[in-house]
């Protein structure tokens, strides 16, 4: 069982940065790759972005592509997703995730931090 905690939401201008982080306990964070997603209201989960298990390989949503970056620190058993130029329909409960070697989905889910971007 790994467990997932989110931080680092918040209210921000259109424009502003935010750095959300994950911290995961449980298991052996190297074990697994992260994903950020999102969910704004009334709307489906989508993808936000990324981190293989070393870090080396990225992948982010187009929507995201150039603005937002995500890394981690094994050591810190920690995912950061780094937002910049911050656009409203940014805003979303943001979600971390992870992924078990060999596993074909995201097993564990935390409990999501809301940001918001006002215009």
């Known amino acids: 069982q790994v467990q997932l905690v989110e931080s680092g939401g918040g209210l921000v201008q259109a424009g502003g940065s935010l750095r959300l982080s994950c911290t995961a306990s449980?298991?052996?964070?190297?074990?697994?790759?992260m994903g950020w997603f999102r969910q704004a209201p009334g709307k489906e989960r989508e993808f936000v972005a990324a981190?293989?298990?070393?870090?080396?390989?990225?992948a982010y949503a187009d929507s995201v592509k150039g603005r937002f970056t995500i890394s981690r620190d094994n050591a810190k058993n920690t995912v950061y997703l780094q937002m910049n130029s911050l656009k409203p329909e940014d805003t979303a409960v943001y979600y971390c995730?992870?992924?078990?070697?060999?596993?074909?989905?995201?097993?564990?889910w935390g409990q999501g931090t809301q940001v918001t971007v006002s215009s």
């Open positions: 449980g298991r052996t964070f190297s074990n697994y790759a």
């Open positions: 995730a992870a992924q078990y070697i060999g596993a074909r989905t995201y097993d564990y």
């Open positions: 981190i293989t298990r070393s870090g080396g390989n990225t």
